[in-house]
DNA sequence: CCCCGGCCTCAAGAACGCGTAAAAGCCGGA
DNA sequence: TCCGGCTTTTACGCGTTCTTGAGGCCGGGG
């Protein structure tokens, strides 16, 4: 399911949005203020933001800022301003399109799908990454090895994940940890060596001199196919 | 370079996106009509379309469905229409963006740079630097020399990282050490003479003669390609 | 000619990060 | 309540990397 996470302070249209997307099949998360809408961003992960610029606590723009400073979640950005300064400034912040107040909720809606079917599009590539030991498939979240499924635990499925979508490259201790078990703990690498002993004894066909879950001292892991 | 279709029958609309995107250094294709914009995208493959949708010849959701085929070109939609069904339509036929006429340059341009930046993002080809004995890979973060790869500690890729993204400028001490070692180790020049020694024996065909990473006494040090 | 600053080289101990194992804590379901 | 699976914590040995100091080289200036 598509989760959509809308910040506004103004109740009523918060709970406009949240009818209408929810009749239409989409998970809603709501936050009133920049802070608590980067923080449901964080442990939400949705899929894309409708954001207010008029927040009470921290301006627009660096709410996008913050967002983008980790992701590239779609942003939607409401605003009752309509002069082209501010949605240059909203755009080139990161933001992806800008609707301005009142709005039509058809609009909104039809910019929301197309917002989605890009990133929908972009990661739809054959979502199956092959190495010589094993097959991990993250349209359903499994993997396989030697036609038999190999059962992770949901912690160790996170950081496969993370590793499989970015096959070959250098991942950073850093991003790994903030992205499974959250930024309240990137620094507890211990947890990397531990979770990366139990996948290679899991998958690869030598634990001890793993072929595809590479770690580079120091720097993070690398996940070679 | 980035490249843009503009597709519009008026020709004083082109004109002006014309004289404004070539002055911000996009390449500008141009297209009077559906089917020759349809012809002019294939040939030329653009980096994004700006369509209009008042076309004589076909009608501007086909156009877009035309493109949508076989391309995920990002389209921003330039029309007078601006009920929102008309929006809702071009949206669901698959563009990217809906900006009605008259328009904004600014807005517009801001909005081009957003499209243009998704897919930037998302294609982001490997940022490569490459001289006659080896190359750097500065996304996966990786060395080779000689088609093998060769294996950098942290504080060494910390180095050829920050020269290999100047390349050709001179770096000063102060620089290098301030962004590998941090502000309290800015003096200590001999940990720079240690690691590029190092560097050298791992990277130049011959060390002490070095072809690309080079020594300005006094100065700073130099990433020849 | 000699001195001196800056550079290169080498080597050794300290510090760090990794892998591994095993125990302890924390649920949720039977 | 007990059990089993999962996560977090602790401990230790080991190899690698970083730091540091000493010595040699080179070129420019006195």
Partial sequence: MTSVLVVD????IVRALRINLSARGY???TAYDGRSALGVAVEGKPDVVVLDLGLPDIDGVDVIAGLR???TIPIIVLS?????SAKVEALDAGADDYVTKP???DELLARL???VRRTVAREAG????ETASFVVDLAVKKVQRGGREVHLTPTEWGLVEILARNPGRLVSQKQLLQEVWGPMHVNESQYLRVYFAQLRRKLEDDPARPKHLIT??????????
């Fill in 216 to 225: 580079e001292p120091g720097m993070g892991y690398r996940f070679e196919l």
């Fill in 27 to 29: 998970e809603v998360m």
């Fill in 113 to 115: 799908r197309a917002a």
């Fill in 69 to 71: 400073g980790w992701s």
């Fill in 9 to 12: 302070d103004e109740p009523q």
């Fill in 80 to 84: 009752a301003r309509t002069d082209s």
């Fill in 126 to 129: 054959d979502p199956v990454v």
């Fill in 103 to 105: 709005f039509g909720m």
